[in-house]
């Protein structure tokens, strides 16, 4: 036991082990308590940046070497991981390679090449990338303005960068600079702040304290031996297993007396912090994806009349038995041989809006009774369509109300039943689930709102509290890969319509069958229709469009009752049989309403077409590019862009000379002359390659002078090249001293060897291309010769 515990002792990876397994408690306790947070990809990404940091720190690289990896490459890393920009770069990076020798044929040997595919994948990375800073600005925006906009991937981003740079501080600080606390502070400091102000998973803080108290008397205890050890200071053999058992139970004491005293001590000093939230506060908050605990409501159930829920099955077994037989008057009766646009509608007749991972549920409702003919919402209806809806049951009485759109009113008293109703605005903020009423045939008016894409897309991503409230939620039993797929197919949507698209085109390529099983028990829907089963019918297709839309922030509901049917244009009439028993999805747009959407592979898509379609034209009908038209456009990119490119380059070269030059006055002189020196051997090697390793750094001077001195074609650049032999002599005698000779250069001398080098690299620079060209010139030379 005492050899384990001297060899547990002498090991830092035990030290970054358990800093890492505390570490690890921040995104575990994320995943359980914020919104499409998945330990799937914050896990990882926090025990990487932490190792990463750790190695960095212990290869001693250059200070802004590792600046530039942690806090420049890994935010970047994430935010084309999450953005989903991955393909898209990968496919510039392979159009660029492709790109390059058809370019510098074209330069030398005037040969035509086609850039379609480079400046195709140029464009499609471009527009992502503005996309999705789009999205990022809009949530900031809003975040800003306290309004909370619902945007799943751009919260997973946010809180993925900010456990990045939680996570490479801790490794930092703990590799480099031997500070745990200061390293885990922050850690602990917003595992706290969230644990709080959810008032879930407390468990979790006291895990990650308990670590955080063994690991620091364990450190203390590692760093205070090895000083005992540099001293020789004599200690029992006994030491390090009685301060194993102290530190453990100091540990486990003072976890438990702040567990006991916690219920006074830390939730008074959080009480003010919380009084504090504002309403817009608390709109930042769940913008963050972090919602306060609730007490858990039983809901009290529905109407009797109507089933209280619908739960996903095998395959159902349908006939072609006539349920209904439904008149518009959008056209008249015509011949059979007439080809009219007929209008594709949807008969709806319940809604359910909470998943349950199985099927579907409604919460507690109210009814009301309405006699016929009622209005319940009251003209005028600008932007809407009224559809007037002739309904016939041939076979046997209905006992639901079937309708398209929004009910206006019916001819027949029914009952309807509400899970919110509205009388500010019953249009866009009442939801009617369903209307009871025995009947063979009856008349009914509905709503359908004249919408096109752009109206659609130009709707905001915030929505109304009851909206958020009742149609974003999903269980936990959803897995973590069904939201990741949802945010993953949404992330390169730029609205929210964009993102219903992009589901909805995804889904409908999964073939349609009947022939399936039902989920096998305690199996989510969603999870067993995407990854396996990879078929089905309605009812699959349209839980799991609800289930992704909803983990991409989008609200949405399941819709269960009939598609359009068949339309016989002799009778000007719908029938509906059995087999059009259908469920779709609607998704909720601020300023519009509830928007159908169709899944479903074997039904026609519905298609929201912009209103101005003659301006618009058609891919099969644009004029064909000629290659040197699709060169002169990427051409004129270039030029437009290239004033800002040269705007920010000029920039940065500003600023790296200035750091650059504080970096090297800031080393010691003898390192700040070596380190210029390397750099001056390194820009000087494509100029001199015959250097033997043997020479000695005055050899070297003097071969480089020669060299340079060759080099030498016209008057201008000998004026320009001649100084270089006093530069090249100045920094090699310099170099040499500060090897060799006992006195140490000064850093006046630092200084003066700085403005040495900055007028000799330029010098280096014309002399490398003039080198490089005449590589590149000889052997066409050499072959024009023979000739």
Known sequence: MEAFVNYLFRLPRMILLLSLIALACLPIALSNLVRDASASLLLPVTLFGALLAWGLAKWHLRKISVEIILLFLGPLALFVRIGQLGGSLFELIKQTIVFIPPMVNRLYQKTPFDPYNFVSASDDLKQRILTFGGRLFLWFSGVWQGIQVEDPVVRTLIWSIGLWLIAVWAGWQISSNKRLLVGMLPATILMALVLDYTGKEIWILWLHLSLLLFLYGMSSYTNLRDRWNIFRIDYSDSTSFDTLVL?????????????????????????????TLTASNEARTKSLGLEPAKENQVATGISSSIPSSYTVGPGPELSDDLVMVISTGDLPPMPMNAHPSVQNYHWRTMTYQNYTGSGWRNPSTFTENFPPNTELIEPPYPNYRVVHQEVTFPNETSKSIYWTGTLISAEVPFQAIWIRKSEKDPLLESDMLAAIAAVKSYRADSLLFNVSAQELRNSPGVYPDWVRGQFLGLPDSVPERVLALGRDLSASGRTPYDRAIAIQNYLREFPYSLDVPAPPAGRDVADFFLFDLKKGYCDYYATTMVVLARA????????????????????????????????????YFTGIGWVEFEPTANQPAIEYADKNKSDTVTQSHRPKESIYDQFRVLFNRAVRYAWLSAIFLFLFVLIWIRWDYRYLTYLEPSQSIQLIYRRFRRFAHPVNRMTSMHQTVHAYASALNTRMSSLVTQSRIENWLSPSKDEINQLTELYSRSLFAPISPTRVEVRSAIKAWSRLQWRLVLANVIVIKDHLLRPRQTLGNEQ
């Open 247 to 275: 530190v453990t139970a100091l540990t486990i004491g003072l976890v438990f007396v702040s567990s006991i005293v916690s219920a006074i001590s830390f939730k008074g000093i959080f009480e003010n912090f919380r009084a």
């Open 552 to 587: 991409a922030g989008l609200p949405a509901r399941i819709v269960i009752g009939y598609a359009s049917g068949s339309y016989d244009l002799e009778q000007a009439r719908y029938f509906v049989t059995e087999n059009n028993a259908h469920a779709w999805v609607e998704i």
